[in-house]
């Protein structure tokens, strides 16, 4: 392992291409709150904006991005990794400046760890620099891979419904992210308005001021509970491609702008950033 932590030390230091890819991760605890949903959604809003998008499909479960997108893929991240097909082949066309990367489980990606061909892997990743976003749709839970691929994103968004179940399962996730991450986002999904969904992102910040150590949460926004959502989410559309102007789709794009908002004080910080990065970080735990 320790030889492969070295090989990527090299890997990076040859990479001369600095890039800023900002990686986004969606995360909730509880399953089923729209992690999906919003990654989609969000993507296309950014991708209207003028962003180039990747959404990384990281959750191996039933209901992935392929198939909340109606598209079908046949490669994922995980052939790359071990140096089947190129990068540009799992690249899977949504829309104008939106992509697909089918992704695999840390799990999996742990599975073939030996037969990884990272040297490969970081020649094809240079096409990917010219994205401005990947969104890392992550599966349910608070377990190690769920981690692994928030911990390696530049920025976390938590996802809660105003359930009291949900709220208690992102607040577990916050309790173990905020020992690696400085600041984490919330979304507030499924709200009736934005005076509840304030009031759940009180009532969460309360309790992890109190009991966690420099906790430093911040709402990124709310979108409502929505029967056209729903209905689009039933056949597998984009509402806010759909719907652009009804109010879950101006919510998300507020969020859209408050993310880059976000993004902007950080450059000022001069954090480092990029594909390389991502994925030194999400390698470097196995
Ligand atoms: N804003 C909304 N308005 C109405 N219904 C919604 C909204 N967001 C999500 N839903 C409902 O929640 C369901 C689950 O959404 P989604 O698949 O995006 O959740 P998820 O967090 O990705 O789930 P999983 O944990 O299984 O991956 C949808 O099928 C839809 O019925
Ligand atoms: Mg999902």
Redo the contacts with the bound molecule.
Sequence with gaps: MKNQAHKLTELIKQNENEQDTRFIAIA?G??????????INLGYTLSKMGYKVALFDA?I???NLDV?LGIKTEHNILDVLQGKISFDETLTHVEDNLYLIPGASGEEILKYNDTISLENFFSETEILNEFDFVIV?T??GIGESVQNFCNASDEIII?T?PEPSAITDAYALIKILHTKKEKLGMII??SKNEKEAESVFQKISLVASKNIDNANLHIVGA?????D??KC??KRELFTKEHPLIT?SIQLESIAKNIIFNLEQNMLQGEERGFTKFFRRLLAKF
């Design positions: 909730s509880k399953g089923g709150v729209g992690k999906t949903t919003l990654s959750d479960g039933l209901a909340a749709d599966g349910a996802v419904v999904n499924q979108i409502e509970k929505n029967t959502v729903e989410i039933r879950p």
